[in-house]
């Protein structure tokens, strides 16, 4: 081999060199990229299962509730309302932002079960009770884990370099799942 077919073939390997290297970083921020946006997309399915399973017992929990306090008509009709608004979101914001409008209606509907101490001793809405609160602590699992997978990948694709690989891919970010200031109070309770 002569000296300008040695200089040849380290020009060649240096260029191949230049080009791979960013070549793999590349395709290991974006496969790291798509991952990520998967794990938000599985961790807000997880979320949405719970809202799901909370949306499903409402109308069981309301109708017990509504037997023994039947003139409290508004807080059924905001309960109602709210659910209905949880159906017909699209988004994820949108979806956010209803659930935490029937959260709240949960909660009025909530207060007005604390003035019926018989509605308290009946074995049915007991148990209604019981799968709503189990239901509510779900959702906060699930929610936190959505939240803590949303961080990680919003952190991802904001650090640079990979915000300029995500911005040309369109990776966005995701929205948490965020508590209304309405419901960062207890409710009281007043007889």
Do not use: C
């Amino acid at each position: 081999m002569t000296q300008t077919q040695k200089t040849l073939l380290i020009v060649v390997g240096v260029i191949l060199l230049i080009i791979l290297i960013p070549f793999l970083y590349l395709k290991g921020t974006y496969n790291s990229l798509v991952t990520m946006d998967e794990e938000v997309k599985a961790a807000w399915a997880q979320v949405e299962n719970q809202l799901q399973r909370r949306y499903d017992l409402i109308p069981n929990y309301v109708e017990t509730v509504k037997g023994y306090a039947a003139h409290e008509k508004e807080v059924f009709l905001k309960v109602t309302e709210a659910r209905s608004k949880v159906a017909g979101a699209r988004t994820i914001n949108e979806k956010i932002g209803a659930n935490n409008q029937l959260s709240a209606a949960l909660s009025r509907l909530l207060l007005v079960v604390e003035r019926y101490p018989d509605l308290k001793a009946n074995a049915n809405f007991i148990r209604l009770q019981d799968e709503l609160a189990g239901t509510e602590n779900r959702i906060a699992v699930e929610r936190r884990r959505y939240n803590e997978t949303v961080k990680a990948y919003n952190i991802k694709i904001r650090r640079f370099p990979t915000n300029l690989i995500a911005g040309m891919f369109g990776f966005e970010k995701a929205p948490f799942f965020e508590v209304p200031k309405e419901k960062q109070e207890a409710p009281r309770v007043k007889f």
